[in-house]
């Protein structure tokens, strides 16, 4: 069994920050990818960022510049720095992972139960 536990949301006004956390935990062989998504009130989901195990970053135009992904390997953590917040930021942000449970498993993505972020002007 895998889980990904959220933390960090909350509300902050237009201009604050913000850091999310998400910790992987159970069995857990290897990870292929991790990243954050959103989704909006009335809105489908969409990706925030989402980097490879090896590779690099990928970030949503509409955060460029002003969120950062970071990771701990070691403690199967995952962050998201969230500078300059505007309104539109407003969501439930939700980790994600795509990993094997053990060797010649297939790649399955988990997800964390999602935290609420609100920006207000």
């Known amino acids: 069994q895998v889980q990904l536990v959220e933390s960090g949301g909350g509300l902050v006004q237009a201009g604050g920050s913000l850091r999310l956390s998400c910790t992987a935990s159970g069995s857990i062989f290897s990870i292929s990818s991790m990243g954050w998504y959103r989704q909006a009130p009335g809105k489908q989901r969409e990706l925030v960022a989402t980097?490879?195990?090896?590779?690099?970053?990928n970030y949503a135009d509409s955060v460029k510049g002003r969120f950062t992904f970071s990771r701990d390997n070691a403690k199967n953590t995952m962050f998201l720095q969230m500078n300059s917040l505007k309104p539109e930021d407003t969501a439930v942000y939700y980790c994600n992972a795509a990993l094997r449970t053990a060797w010649l498993q297939p790649i399955t993505d988990y997800w964390g139960q999602g935290t609420r972020v609100t920006v207000s002007l």
């Open positions: 980097v490879e195990t090896g590779g690099s970053t």
